[in-house]
Structure formats: C-alpha cells, structure tokens
C-alpha cells in the first residue's frame, strides 16, 4: 500500500470490506441524488423508542438508509471543494483501531500505556516531515482541527504578549489565564488585543471572538497593488501603537488562492525582527500551506517551497492533519517555540492526581494540561500510521502530484476563451509557478460567471467551492486528495468546465 500509486485500496479482510463498501454507493457522483437524501431523512426517526431496534436493525438502517446520502468528499478524489483531504488506507486502519480500542489520551501515566508517547512521538515526526527542528519543536498537541490550533496560537499569543508588556510595566497583574483579560488590560491602561494579518481564514477571526479579543480587532494590513502580502510600512505603524498589544498571523496558504503571505526567509525575517522590537507574537496558519516544506529543493517548486520558508522564527504553527496529511477526521496539530507558555494557560487548576507520571526518556507533557480538552481521542495514531507507512517520500510524491494537476488545470483555463485565471495579474508562467494546491477562476460572462458553481456541482462528476474574488463570485477548486491522478483528473475536469460553459 503507497499512496505514490494510485488507486491501490486495503488488501486484506475486514477493511477491504469497510473499504469497497465506502466506494460503492457513489459510483453515480459525488453528491448524493436528491431521491437518497429525501429517502434519508424521511428515515430519521422522531422520538427514542423506549425498546431499542437491536445491532442488527440500526446496522441495516446506517448502511442503507443513511449512508448512502453521504457525500462523497472525502472519498472521491475528485471532490474540490472546501480543502478535504481523504483517508490513506493506513489512517482508516489505524483509526479503526482507535475506535475499538477507545483510549482516552488525556494524562501521561508512563505505566499504564503507551498512547501518550505515541502521540509524541508522532509530533516528532510531523516535525521530520515539514523539516521543523526537533530540538526546538518538539512539543505541542493534536487538535481537532485548525480552527482548535488557531485558538491555541492565539491564546498563547496573548498571554505572551501581555506578560511581555506587563514585565516592562512592572506590574504584578500579568496573566489572562490567572488574572483575567479585563483585569491584565487594566492594569497596563491597554484597550485592547489586536491581529495584523493577511486575508486570514475565517477561524482565525472566530478564534479572536473566542479569546475576547474581539472580531472587530482583526486586521488585514495588505498592500495596495497585493491582497496577500503584508504592508510592511502600515504593519510597523500598528505595532507600534501604544493603545494595544499585537499578534501578527501569517496565511502560510491563503484559503482561495493556495497562495502565501511571505516570499521567502527574508521577507519573514523582517517581520520577525518588527515582532521583537515591538514585543508582538508570530503566528503561523499553515494549515494546508506548511505541507509545502515537505517538498523538494527543485526549480520546479521553489516558489511554492519559498512560501513556507523561515517557519524555525516564527512563535506557534497552526496544521491541519484531516486535510493534506489524508487523515480522517478531526485532527489538527499546534507547535510552540515557547513549551512551558502552554501550561501556564490550559493547565487544570489545583487537580494533584493529573501530574504527570515520571518514566525515562523524553519529558512528556499531558496532553490536558497543553490543550482545550480533557478527555480526548487517540487522533495521534492514524497520523503516526500514514506517516511511518509512506514516509517522507510518499508524501512528497503525493503533494508533487497535487500541485502539477493544479497548474495543468490552471494553464488549461489560463488559455481558455470562457474563463478568467485569478487572481488575475502576471504571466501564464508567473502564475504556475505561484500555484500550490489551488486553482482560483471565473467565468467571463457575468450570467455564466453567477450561477458557474451551481452549474458545475449539478453535473455531479466533480465539485468545486463557489467563493467571492475581490467582490465577484469565483469558482475554487482545491486538490487534496491522496487518490489525485494528473492525466485523468485533468481530462475529466477539463471536460466539465467546456461542458458548463456552452
Ligand atoms: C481549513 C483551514 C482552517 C480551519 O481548519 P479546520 O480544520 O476546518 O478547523 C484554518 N486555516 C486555514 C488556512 C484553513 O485552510
């Protein structure tokens, strides 16, 4: 089983089955017919029986009346929408596994499993993978997803920051997580916390009105003639601000374009040289955007490979595991430069029996103390499966193929009469060599170009997300998927969009 050919599916006995099952109903396309969901819901029941159907009864009703109005987004390789990722036959073992066996991943007890170093040793790992330093990295969490990450980044980021303002103030009142937000603010006469950052995914933004650092306090400091690029000028400007204490986050893969806020370690060097002068916080969202530094130094990637360059300065990185890693969901994964930062916000308060048990070898933190749950699942496993089962090599392979599917379909719509390749400045070859995983594109024709996504998606045979592009609808398609296969994804694309566009 490797991911780098295509279409292998599970060999043996009980997953072949689980396997061939999650194939079958969507033979037809990629969304469910219309008659499925109807005949779905109609089956969902009103009330609680006080006596229960019994195993076989509700087995029946699963497969046949719910299942088969899924969708097929993860299944499919030819599902673009959102960005989705799959799962690799490993990761559907290994978290098969995880179901049956139920641990509950929460306190580091050395003598009572081993779940606990297998979710470190998994974060290691991840780190070999993305070319992240061991010895300054190695710590951290799975999370449910970047959203989760984002809220750890950004926890993190504020207690940094305030603690950073409150040790030049002198004060004693320092922490939000002891303190409190209203309190620690008022004591350093600060109005509030701010976010500088570029075209930021949305969960950054509800991460900021989680924390009570507000929505409203999230800033796009882009340039004039570069959505997706900081203003280096206006950024120094807001930092400097005496009123606020800043977080900086950097759309390492801005969500529609697949593009990158930083072209390179210099450009994030300086950034990172204004963080510190101003006592902010650097936080990455590399949810899908930080797998490109597990690609090759080659001429053909080297754009894409700058993007995720310089991560080694920045405070916390954000990754999703459900997306490009192929893992199921929901798995996220969160890295701090600052290890013990974590504790001092998540820890649980005056509870003696959740210290950690001492073994030899690497000082393993429990996961309660770093992160948002107490009871979690073993989301560690089916990544530390997919990785050890393919390697640095499949993953690569896997990305490799993704992002020249990507720039085949890009330069196919680049050339076509009907349709306009965003974000719309540059040559055909400048805006290959930008492209990762994403495709960005409207219809010329403005009837056409409001109703393009609906129209695609009714065909059933791919999907792609209806997003807005500087103020105008716009189509995105996103490759994620381990199954992806350049010539015959092209061809059945391709076919689609000259189709719809008749
Ligand atoms: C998908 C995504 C998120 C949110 O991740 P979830 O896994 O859906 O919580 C955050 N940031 C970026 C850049 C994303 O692509």
Redesign the pocket.
Known sequence: MNPTNELISPQDGILRDLWETAQAPWQSGVLPSADRLARARASLPTTLPDTGVGFESIQEHVMEDIVPAFNAASISPNYYG??IGGVTPAALFADNVVSAYDQNVQVHLANHSIVTDVEFNALGLLLDLLQLDRPVWHNGTFT???????ILGLACGREHVLRRAAEKKGSLVKSVAEDGLFEVLQALGLSGVQVLSTLP?S??VKAAGVLGIGRANVHNICRADDPLRFDTERLEAELARTDKASIVAV?C???NTGRFATTGLEDLSRIRQLCDKYGSWLHV?????IFSRALDDTPEFATIKKGGEGMELVDSI?G?G??LLNVPY?C?FFFCKHPDLGAQIFQNANAAYLTAGSASGPTIPSPLNIGIENSRRFRALPVYASLLAYGKEGYRKMLERQIRLARMIYGWIYEHPQYTALPGSGSKAELLDQTYMNVLFRAKDDALNGELAARINATSQIFVSGTSWQGSPACRIAISNWRVSEQRDFALVTSVLDKVAI
């Open positions: 959102f960005v449910t997803g970047a959203t989760a990450s984002n995914h969960s950054l759309s893969g801005e969500i969202d590399g949810a899908f955007g954000t999703d459900h997306k929901d996220g």
